[in-house]
């Protein structure tokens, strides 16, 4: 079984400041982990993966995630938020060499004031 | 870059029509998916496909049915339209291994 955790409906920051967007997991086996982003009316949008190697994957857009084993985690961080990051974020998990179907998280509403 | 293509961005029909929802993927990809989005539920899985006429059912199946006879395209057919069917459809295509999805625009389909 497979599962994606993200803890925060939405998250609040100023521009100019980091940001970071939760995701947890559990999985049976090694993970293949992924960040998506969706503007209004859109579908969603591929950020960044992580597969195996290094726990710092950087992504399109500035964005990047960390890896975490030991916490099952994989939170999405840009280190200096703009007001066009204000998105949809959505945290998927499949398992390497299991089913072809990821398992998406709930989705993080980002919001960057000015 | 791969293109995933949904043949209608907004779409409105009645109660009770048979409604028909493409997706075109142009990347030779083996896998196809159909989600519906809803606020709060995120996204939903209603029909996988791994092949040409091959399809798996995902969570939410009943009232739906999917088509793909050719392997760039696969339909999503509701058999008899329900207002609690009004939602955003989403498609996306993937290949096989550690590959992201690819998404198309979504329909939005509303149901009067």
């Known amino acids: 079984a497979q599962s994606v955790a993200q803890p925060e409906d939405q998250v609040n920051v100023a521009e100019g400041n980091p940001l970071t967007v939760k995701c947890t997991y559990s999985v049976s086996g090694n993970p293949y982990l992924f960040w998506y982003v969706q503007y209004p009316n859109r579908g969603l949008q591929f950020l960044l993966k992580?597969?195996?190697?290094?726990?710092l994957v950087k992504g399109s857009y500035g964005f990047e995630a960390e890896f975490n084993k030991s916490q099952t985690s994989f939170h999405l961080k840009k280190p200096s938020a703009l007001v066009s990051d204000s998105a949809l974020y959505f945290c998927?998990?499949?398992?390497?060499?299991?089913?072809?179907?990821?398992?998406f998280g709930r989705g993080t509403s980002l919001i960057v004031h000015p | 870059d791969v293109k995933v293509t949904q043949s209608s961005r907004y779409l409105v029909k009645r109660t009770g029509e048979k409604v028909f929802l493409e997706c075109v993927q142009d990347m030779d990809h083996e896998n196809m998916f159909w989600y519906r989005q809803d606020p709060g539920l995120g996204l939903r899985l209603i029909y996988f496909?791994?092949?040409?006429?091959?399809?798996e059912k995902g969570d939410i199946p009943e009232g739906y049915s999917v088509s793909r006879e050719k392997k760039e395209r696969f339909s999503l057919i509701l058999e008899s339209a329900s207002t609690n069917q009004t939602s955003m459809y989403l498609c996306a295509s993937s290949s096989e291994g550690y590959q992201p999805q690819h998404f198309g625009d979504g329909t939005r389909l509303s149901i009067l």
């Open positions: 998927a998990v499949r398992v390497s060499g299991g089913s072809y179907i990821p398992t």
């Open positions: 992580y597969i195996t190697g290094d726990n």
């Open positions: 496909s791994y092949d040409v006429k091959m399809k």
